[in-house]
């Protein structure tokens, strides 16, 4: 009963390094998202997916690419880290599910992944 | 765009004291809402969420929410605090039929003995 699982849960990175944090969910949800987490600001979407294939940017996208090759999993790459990606990030999954006359949803959040940034 | 506004950063109640954590939304219709709670290193967990019909929902841990569209608001409830409650919790809304989830900036809950 894994649901939505983050790796790595910690990393530190140098900049202008690049690494690609991976999400994976198990629920066969067709939506994921990628979520930075700062101090005082809540959550900000990065990019979201609404199914295989298919991405789409969020509020705060510049610096980040992904992708979803697969229905599971959604990656989330930084080309060239810099400081200000220092942040908990995390990653989501949600069904949507018409019931009647309603659309039924509700997001999965993964454990976060906190990376730094030096 | 939509936006969530949790007017107050920190909260300190009593343990056995009631709670209500403020929240304020825009949006062209009434959206999907929801409340998040999120204790210290870990990921976020529903509380509850509100989509149509009665407007006062139950969700888990004895909390409770109450929509008032004339208010634009969705404050959550709970009558008896709890030590275990302290966390940090997330008022968040979503266009009808979608999941995107705009977040508003979070209320710290602190519980004194």
Redo the contacts between chains.
């Keep these: 009963n894994a649901g939505v699982t983050q790796t790595p849960k910690f990393r530190v990175l140098k900049t202008g390094q690049s690494m690609t944090l991976l999400c994976a969910q198990d629920m066969n949800h067709e939506y994921m998202y990628w979520y930075r987490q700062d101090p005082g600001m809540g959550l900000r979407l990065i990019h979201y997916s609404v199914g295989e294939g298919t991405t789409a940017k969020g509020e705060v996208p510049d610096g980040y690419n992904v992708s979803r090759l697969k229905k599971q999993n959604f990656l989330l790459g930084l080309e060239s880290a810099a400081p200000s990606q220092t942040s908990v990030y995390f990653c989501a999954s949600s069904y949507s599910l018409l019931q009647g006359a309603i659309w039924n949803t509700e997001a999965f959040f993964g454990q976060g992944t906190r990376l730094t940034v030096v | 765009a939509q936006s969530?506004t949790q007017p107050d950063?920190h909260i300190t109640v009593s343990e056995g004291a009631s709670l209500e954590l403020r929240c304020n939304y825009s949006y062209g219709a009434t959206p999907?809402l929801?409340w998040?709670v999120q204790s210290p290193?870990?990921?976020?967990?529903?509380l509850l969420?509100y989509?149509?019909g009665d407007t006062l929902v139950q969700g888990i841990k004895g909390f409770e929410a109450e929509f008032k569209r004339s208010q634009s608001s969705f404050n959550l409830r709970k009558p008896s605090v709890h030590w275990s409650d302290a966390a940090e919790y997330?008022c968040a809304v979503?266009p009808?039929?979608?999941?995107?989830?705009?977040?508003?900036?979070?209320t710290m809950l602190l519980v004194s003995p």
Aim: aromatic share 26%; glycine share 18%.
């Design positions: 969530v950063i999907y929801f998040y290193g870990q990921g976020l967990q529903l969420k989509f149509s997330f979503a009808r039929g979608y999941s995107t989830l705009t977040f508003g900036k979070g």
